[in-house]
């Protein structure tokens, strides 16, 4: 079955930091560009950062760029979201999507 599966969200306090990753099955990530997805309650999801298939060319939302960073291990298959710093403005639900699918979500908690 083709899917990707988020983990790593939590609960932490304003400073703190996460890492989310996002495991491929029956994908080859390593052929997809790949995007993490935000959708904070009551608001449109947005897109938070991406990069492209050959890991060239990363996109970072205005308000994540420095804190956070999209890495992946093709060895592995996963994509990867390095949080640090987290505002309370940080907490969602975090997709990540690319290969035409999309994760289930993982939720994220900053509290102040």
């Known amino acids: 079955q083709m899917q990707l599966v988020e983990s790593g969200g939590g609960s932490v306090q304003a400073g703190g930091s996460l890492k989310l990753s996002c495991a491929a099955f029956?994908?080859?990530?390593?052929?997809?560009?790949m995007f993490w997805y935000r959708q904070a309650p009551g608001k449109e999801r947005e897109l938070v950062s991406s990069v492209n298939s050959d890991d060239t060319i990363t996109y970072y939302e205005e308000s994540v760029k420095g804190l956070f960073t999209i890495s992946r291990d093709n060895a592995k298959n996963t994509l990867y979201l390095q949080m640090t710093n987290l505002k309370t403005e940080d907490t969602g639900v975090y997709f990540c999507a690319g290969c035409n699918y999309w994760g289930q979500g993982t939720q994220v908690t900053v509290s102040s």
């Open positions: 029956g994908l080859i990530l390593s052929r997809c560009g």
